[in-house]
């Protein structure tokens, strides 16, 4: 371990020591003091009800919209890199971590150690979205973080916890409205980028109809440069007459959204609200953000001008309605969403290397990835408010989601520098629509035994199916080249997870909790693979397009939630322990045989995750605000099942064993103005990558650390300052991507953070 891996060590042990010796533990947030001085209230809904963070009794995070404005977050690896136990990556192409295919929808977040495909849920307000999407902060209320399996009490179930996103809802009182300007510039970028955002609250018919709009435009620059007209790798002649050329400002991204929500409370209705919302977002880069080789390389090198890019496209629409009855809540949902992801690869060294018998020099080779998402789900409940000791949440959860994944891949000139013998530029197709369904019912019960002590005990009961169609075809799947094959997979299961739930209110400001419940991820089908993956597939051990079974995990927590001095210290800590079996394992097997650039899902046996967090906030003077945040997480292979490529001992894909943070902000009263300052330092942890290194080697990710600072002048609806986020130009590596049409060995590619990126900030409030 380096220097800075063992100072955070030595950072988080003595403010653990601090705090435990004065009993407290607290959350990760930037928390504004009160009047009198001590740390304001957090409120969340994390057991569908309004309660302080500090009586809910789970292991969670809240960060209010407020601190998200003063940290400057634009999006959600902003705000998430503040999160202990909690890791962003990405794991695009055929394996890893990631939701999708291709740059834009392969975004990764585990929690606790729980790595893979769908073990995140991902909501926005009362809405499963995709995991890999990224909706820009715009007018949010506070992002919520909620460790553990929350099946019981969230339609959508989720393995090792849930990340959601709350909007500000419309005011019926109140013309209210904010913007936000944004001026910065990216080191090694040659163009500077902005920021344009902003909200409108307008009451349309007093008390019972308003509108809110907020909308968004932002350029963010690209730091990478591209060069073509070099031989790389294979080292094959270039094609006569190519051309040398560079293009520097690689990977720009022009952004831009806009969201609007009506809230309806008719006169004639006491109690009745009902909340349409609409939202729109796109993103265009001219290429893709990797570093090629190194984490630190920002040069792409290529043979060929062949230009990646993305353009990823989405629409919401949902309606909510809820009846306050007195005694109860109902509440009901639906909504509409769909995507068309778009990324552009160049495959031309990857496609040069592995052709059979090699090719006369360099063709073109754009491979074009589409993926389309339309999702509708529903979503009724009653929420109890009953006078008594007993509540209950009760409700049911449907959600149909079809994915399409289409790839066509013709290569011009791959013919005719064969010499013929393919007969067809087709190198490959592939048409994959998938229908995903899940049913599911839900009840969770309270019961209060004293004023001090509460059970809750909850059960999720849900039916989940997943059915494929396969159609593919071309050089390198089927014979002839020219024919087409088609295959179907369906698969469906039936689950109970259960929840339980204690905690002690031992003092007014002083709680213990524990907690146990089991997560679930439905099993599925692998695609039927070329028959020149046959060897890699016998390695692994499972024949050609077997499918795999479902895993589980059970979660225990203990845990406790602390205030003292007034409110000027609240804290939390809790430990916990995962037991996950058969766990679902993705292999890439280019990593066995580069020619078999495909994966499959294998059930790899058992794996165990333990860990804590620590969360502390303190105002130990007016005007001034401290949060400090830990993590460890030790998550293992335990059991191997026979030909597995993975061994007992192996660490989880992509899980650091310690996160962490410190912020603070500052502020000098002068007058009808003050000074402020904000900081932010965030610590992940080394990590091992088997995207495309097969265990049980390995690829390891460099531990990396960020800082975040800016400071300005508060004149009350006026805040202007100046920021810098990676103030030290780290090249922090956040994972490696299998490119979707395959890595050549020794080249990996890397999602790395932007670096340094200074700029200034004017806001006003009217």
């Known amino acids: 371990m380096n220097n800075q891996g063992r100072h955070f060590k030595s950072v988080a042990f003595f403010w653990a020591f601090a705090f435990l010796s004065s009993g407290g533990f607290a959350q990760a947030q930037l928390a504004a003091t009160t009047p009198s001085g001590g740390l304001e209230e957090v409120l969340v809904t994390a057991q569908r009800h309004t309660e302080s963070i500090q009586a809910v009794p789970i292991s969670m995070d809240a960060i209010s919209g407020a601190t998200l404005d003063n940290l400057g977050d634009k999006n959600f690896f902003d705000y998430a890199t503040s999160i202990p136990n909690l890791t962003v990556g990405i794991g695009a192409g055929q394996g890893g971590n990631g939701s999708g295919f291709g740059v834009s929808s392969s975004r ?398 031992f003092a007014p400001d002083q709680m213990i909790y524990a907690s146990a419940a089991k997560g679930f991820r439905i099993g599925g089908s692998n695609s039927p693979l070329p028959t020149f993956c046959d060897a890699a597939l016998a390695k692994v051990g499972i024949a050609n397009g077997a499918p795999f079974d479902s895993d589980s995990l059970w979660s225990y927590e203990i845990g406790t939630k602390n205030s003292w001095f007034g409110g000027r210290v609240k804290s939390r800590l809790a430990a916990y322990r995962i037991d996950w079996s058969g766990i679902q394992q993705t292999t890439t097997l280019g990593a066995i045989d580069p020619l078999c650039t495909f994966n499959v899902t294998t059930n790899s046996g058992a794996a165990v995750s333990t860990g804590g967090e620590l969360e502390v906030d303190a105002a130990p003077v007016d005007n001034l605000t401290l949060n400090f945040a830990a993590g460890y997480e030790d998550a293992k292979i335990t059991e191997v099942t026979p030909g597995s490529l993975t061994v007992v001992g192996q660490p989880l894909n992509q899980v650091p064993k310690w996160t962490g943070s410190a912020t603070v902000q500052y502020s000098v009263p002068l007058g009808a103005r003050a000074l402020f300052f904000r900081g932010q330092y965030t610590f992940t942890g080394a990590r091992t990558s088997f995207v495309d290194i097969a265990p049980p080697t390995g690829r390891t990710l460099g531990e990396y650390s960020l800082v975040n600072v800016r400071f300005g002048v508060d004149q009350g609806p006026w805040e202007a300052g100046l920021f810098a986020r990676n103030l030290f130009d780290v090249r922090a590596n956040l994972g490696d991507v299998n490119p979707e049409v395959g890595e050549l060995p020794g080249r990996p590619r890397w999602l790395i953070a932007t670096p340094r990126t200074i700029g200034i900030e004017v806001r006003r409030d009217f």
């Open 108 to 505: 990764a977040v585990t929690i606790r150690g729980v790595a893979g495909n769908n073990t995140t849920g991902f909501y926005l307000n009362d809405t499963p979205l995709p995991l890999s999407l990224d909706p820009r902060v715009i007018d949010l209320d506070r992002v919520e973080v909620l460790r553990g399996p929350q099946g019981t009490l969230f339609g959508a179930g989720s393995m090792g916890g849930t990340v959601r996103l709350i909007t500000r809802q419309p005011s019926l009182e109140q013309t209210s409205g904010k913007l936000d300007l944004e001026a910065s510039a990216v080191s090694h970028a040659p163009d500077g980028g902005y920021s344009a955002n902003g909200t409108l609250n307008l009451p349309l018919i007093q008390g019972q109809v308003a509108l809110r709009v907020s909308a968004f435009s932002a350029f963010e620059p690209g730091y990478f440069t591209r060069e073509w007209g070099y031989v790389t790798s294979p080292p094959l002649p270039l094609p006569p007459d190519a051309p040398k050329g560079e293009k520097t400002g690689v990977a720009a991204a022009q952004k831009t959204g806009v969201m609007a929500s009506l809230a309806i409370e008719p006169a004639g209705l006491s109690g009745l609200t009902i909340t349409p919302t609409v939202i729109y977002q796109r993103s265009i880069s001219n290429g893709y953000p990797l570093a090629d080789f190194t984490p630190s390389n920002l040069l792409q090198i290529r043979p060929l001008n062949v230009p990646e890019a993305v353009d990823d496209t989405w629409d919401f629409a949902g309606l909510t309605a809820t009846y306050d009855a007195g005694y109860g809540r109902f509440v009901g949902s639906g909504t509409y969403f769909y995507r068309n992801a778009y990324d552009l690869e160049d495959g031309t060294e990857f496609t040069s290397a592995v052709f059979p018998g090699g090719l006369a020099y360099y063709v073109p080779a754009p491979l074009s990835n589409n993926l389309y998402t339309k999702t509708r789900n529903g979503e009724v409940r009653f929420e109890s408010t009953l006078h008594g000791p007993v509540q209950f949440v009760i409700g049911a959860f449907s959600e149909l989601a079809e994915v399409r994944f289409y790839e066509p891949y013709p290569v011009p000139g791959l013919n005719a520098a064969s010499g013929g013998v393919i007969g067809t530029d087709l190198l490959f197709y592939e048409n994959a629509p998938n229908a995903n369904r899940q049913r599911a019912e839900f009840l969770n019960v309270s019961y209060d035994v004293t004023s001090a002590l509460q059970f809750s005990a909850g059960v999720r009961r849900a039916y989940l199916s997943h059915e494929f169609t396969l159609v593919d075809g071309g050089f390198g799947v089927s014979v002839p080249p020219t024919s087409l094959l088609t295959s179907h997979g369906f698969h469906g299961e039936y689950d109970t997870s259960p929840r339980f739930t204690a905690k002690y209110q």
